[in-house]
């Protein structure tokens, strides 16, 4: 009876314990978590002061003469490198946590609002400054009930790294709710995912490389060359 009421002890103290030690553990991952989506949104913060700047620029003059389009490129660059960075920053996050963060999704829509602004940015650099062309692509996608999207996501991710130099991707979370991108979606006419914008025109479902290869040689490669 002694050993029994010996073991019965060893055990509550052990589910103690263990109680505390898991405690401790998610306390941790969440301060953590908390702590990566805190980075990501200062980072998020950071790009949108720098878009802001890039933007004034363009409403100061309209007419851009060949020094400002330098100096504007320069901060265009700057941005489209930020933009890649927390991309690869937010894939990594949603690769990653467990721990649900309702703060997350703020940030993220933030994050796609930066995206489209920069994409914006982008079309005014090109129209208003000489040599500065490149193969625009929209990337639509939706984390439920898509499940060629994270396929199109590693298509689309190869694709620009080896044309890093005149490729812009922008892929666009239609979960979020975010009004820009219901808007870009009423105007391309997009009904399903995953689904891609290539220089203006709508293309639905999956695309392998071999045919978002073939739309950059006819829609930049030959046009640029003509």
């Known amino acids: 009876m ?42 998020v913060e950071d790009l949108e002061n720098e878009q802001r700047a890039l933007s004034n620029d363009f409403q100061l003059d309209k007419e851009l003469e060949s020094q400002q389009c330098e100096a504007i490129n320069e901060l265009r660059k700057s941005t489209v490198s930020e933009i890649r960075d927390l991309r690869e920053a937010v894939e990594s996050y ?26 914006l940015d982008l079309r005014q650099v090109r129209e208003k400054c000489e040599g500065q062309e490149f193969f625009e692509i929209i990337y639509f996608y939706s984390n439920e009930e898509c499940d060629a999207c994270e396929d199109q996501g590693t298509v689309l991710n190869f694709f620009r790294r080896e044309n890093s130099e005149d ?12 009004e820009n991108i219901e808007t870009l979606e009423q105007n391309y006419n997009v009904t399903r995912y995953p689904s ?8 639905e479902g999956f695309q392998s490389l071999e045919e978002v290869e073939k739309l950059y040689e006819e829609k930049y490669i030959n046009e640029g060359s003509d």
């Not at 467990?98 to 994409?119: C, L």
């Not at 914008?197 to 293309?203: P, Q, R, S």
């Open 2 to 43: 002694v050993n029994r009421d010996v073991g019965w002890k060893y055990l509550g103290f052990a589910l103690v314990v263990s109680a505390l030690l898991f405690t401790g553990i998610f306390v941790a991952g969440y301060q953590f978590n908390e702590h990566k989506v805190s980075a990501l949104e200062q980072r």
């Open 94 to 119: 949603e690769d990653g946590e467990r721990i649900s963060n309702g703060r997350y999704e703020t940030v993220k829509g933030d994050y796609m609002n930066a995206v489209i602004q920069n994409m």
């Open 167 to 178: 490729v812009r991707v922008h892929p666009l979370d239609t979960d979020l709710g975010v």
């Open 196 to 203: 891609i914008v290539v220089e203006g025109e709508l293309y």
